[in-house]
């Protein structure tokens, strides 16, 4: 039997300021500063979507879910990437591997990586083997470096049987 495989990417970037809670892969972060977006601004959850409707050919997270609709003010992105999912599921896709990475100077978030591949590793209904999150700094350079905003880049491998 012929199997289809694809493969999408992702990059998503998010304005850090006080005020706001720090959502990651599906995890609140305390943190003095917080990603804006019109939804929780969970930057790793929208890479992971980006990446998949691109894999699917079905277009991308702000055609799904824009940020002028009132429906996701403040939506939580696990129910973003659930819709994702579902959406996949109709096309008979399933997640081959998730390999992300997040970029921001702080805080530092290994402590929370496994929560965030079990949260991540349940909606996408694969195992935590199969999530892979790698953090990294700027080295204080840029809006990363300078604490300014997060930024995360994701690659996906999806198939049908």
């Given at each position: 039997?012929?199997?289809?495989?694809r493969v999408?990417s992702?990059?998503d970037?998010?304005?850090?300021?006080?005020?706001?809670?720090l959502?990651i892969?599906g995890?609140?972060i305390?943190?003095?500063k917080?990603?804006v977006?019109?939804?929780?601004?969970?930057?790793?959850?929208?890479?992971?979507?980006?990446?998949l409707?691109?894999?699917a050919?079905l277009?991308?997270?702000?055609?799904?879910?824009p940020?002028n609709?009132?429906?996701?003010?403040d939506?939580?992105?696990k129910?973003?990437?659930?819709?994702?999912?579902e959406l996949l599921t109709?096309?008979?896709?399933?997640v081959g591997n998730?390999d992300t990475?997040?970029?921001?100077?702080?805080?530092?978030?290994s402590?929370?990586?496994?929560?965030m591949?079990?949260?991540?590793s349940?909606?996408?209904?694969?195992g935590?083997?199969?999530?892979?999150?790698?953090?990294?700094?700027?080295?204080?350079?840029?809006f990363v470096g300078?604490?300014?905003?997060?930024?995360?880049y994701a690659?996906?491998?999806?198939?049908q049987?």
């Amino acid at each position: 039997m012929k199997t289809n495989i694809r493969v999408g990417s992702g990059y998503d970037v998010h304005q850090l300021k006080k005020g706001y809670d720090l959502w990651i892969g599906g995890i609140k972060i305390e943190h003095h500063k917080g990603a804006v977006g019109h939804s929780d601004a969970d930057v790793l959850l929208h890479v992971i979507c980006d990446a998949l409707l691109g894999a699917a050919n079905l277009r991308d997270i702000g055609y799904h879910f824009p940020d002028n609709d009132p429906e996701f003010k403040d939506i939580d992105s696990k129910i973003l990437l659930k819709n994702v999912m579902e959406l996949l599921t109709e096309r008979n896709y399933k997640v081959g591997n998730v390999d992300t990475t997040l970029c921001l100077q702080a805080p530092k978030i290994s402590a929370y990586i496994p929560q965030m591949q079990d949260c991540i590793s349940q909606i996408l209904e694969v195992g935590t083997d199969l999530i892979s999150i790698k953090a990294t700094t700027t080295e204080k350079l840029g809006f990363v470096g300078k604490e300014e905003g997060i930024a995360a880049y994701a690659t996906v491998l999806i198939y049908q049987e």
